[in-house]
């Protein structure tokens, strides 16, 4: 008979990491290999079986492409073994939510793929990195977590790959949903959706590319000029992403020459610097040539856009469409 397990694979992040005292506020990520996270893990009594492999030593803030590219050949791998029940990634919190968007629009969502961290380190008072990888377990070997997409479960939450952000520096309650909140609530002993799967049975979106287009994310701010825009344009970028003012806006200097761009075959996103809201499409979208971002932030709305251009997509039209989808 075959033994049912949960593929874990290891990145690194403050999850792993050590400080050398309980008391100091610096530390180094991605100190303790996944052999001695699985010993620890064991240790609670957690009845699943786990295999692990270390894909990379590091804190999220160094995640490459290259490790994307095998982390995901990983998860296919695992996603077409029968009797692999689900996935968890440690991970860095600084960009978890990238990672779990990316594959949340590259993977199907037959099973479980779950991203989990820590906001503290291993060895320092009130570490989170145990307490959050056994609720990661939780959800991984729950039937129901399938058709969700994928997930990112902390601090006793469980967010989706399209809402999750990193709200916060510090602290246990570091990440928030957008639009939606948590999806689910989870301890060691306990797992609680707060809706139905809307993603079931549903394939990858888009292709994954381990090369992708290059897009720039240009950051509105008083006083913005072109010169913004033209540089960006000069180092060769793809697509733009503007994390403009409040709806998306930028001084109009700034608004022309993006139109430009748009006119020229650049695509165009309107996201926002403000930490939470929508938006929306406006008149003048249809006549610049614009995208707007709806719910996605500037890293989320960067991804969405380099897969969309990747996969041959350029038009407007379709793209508005994959940025309107949830």
Same mark, same amino acid.
């Given at each position: ?131 959050? =990888? ?28 399209? #809402? ?10 570091? =990440? ?29 979106? %888009? ?19 072109? #010169? ?16 403009? %003012? ?39 979208? #249809? ?40």
């Amino acid at each position: 008979m075959e033994v049912k397990y949960i593929r874990v694979l290891a990145t690194g992040g403050t999850i792993a990491g050590t400080a050398g005292s309980a008391m100091r506020r610096d530390y180094v990520p991605g100190q303790i290999g996944i052999e001695q996270l699985l010993s620890e893990v064991a240790g609670l009594g957690i009845s699943a079986e786990l295999v692990g492999e270390q894909f990379a030593s590091i804190g999220s803030e160094d995640i490459t492409p290259a490790i994307w590219a095998r982390l995901h050949h990983a998860c296919k791998c695992a996603l077409a073994d029968d009797n692999c029940l689900g996935i968890i990634i440690t991970h860095g919190t600084d960009t978890a939510e990238e990672t779990a968007f990316l594959f949340d629009q590259t993977l199907p969502t037959s099973k479980p793929i779950i991203l989990v961290g820590a906001m503290r380190a291993a060895d320092a008072v009130g570490s989170d990195g145990l307490r959050n =990888f056994a609720n990661a377990v939780q959800v991984a070997n729950d039937p129901a977590s399938g058709g969700r997409g994928v997930l990112l479960v902390m601090s006793d939450n469980i967010f989706a790959a399209r #809402d999750v952000r990193k709200a916060r520096t510090e602290g246990m309650e570091a =990440f928030r949903g957008f639009p939606r909140g948590p999806v689910g609530h989870v301890t060691p002993n306990s797992l609680e959706w707060f809706g139905p799967p809307w993603r079931e049975g549903e394939g990858a979106r %888009f292709a994954f590319h381990e090369t992708m287009p290059k897009v720039s994310i240009l950051f509105a701010y008083a006083g913005m000029s072109a #010169d913004d825009v033209a540089l960006a344009l000069a180092g060769g970028t793809a697509g733009l992403v503007l994390a403009g %003012f409040g709806h998306g806006t930028a001084p109009q200097p700034v608004r022309a020459a993006l139109a430009t761009a748009a006119a020229q075959g650049v695509p165009v996103v309107r996201s926002t610097r403000v930490d939470e809201g929508l938006v929306d499409r406006e008149p003048d979208d #249809d006549t610049m040539g614009f995208i707007a971002a709806r719910a996605l932030g500037p890293p989320k709305a960067r991804i969405l856009l380099q897969l969309l251009l990747a996969n041959g997509i350029t038009d407007p039209v379709r793209a508005q469409e994959a940025f309107d989808r949830r």
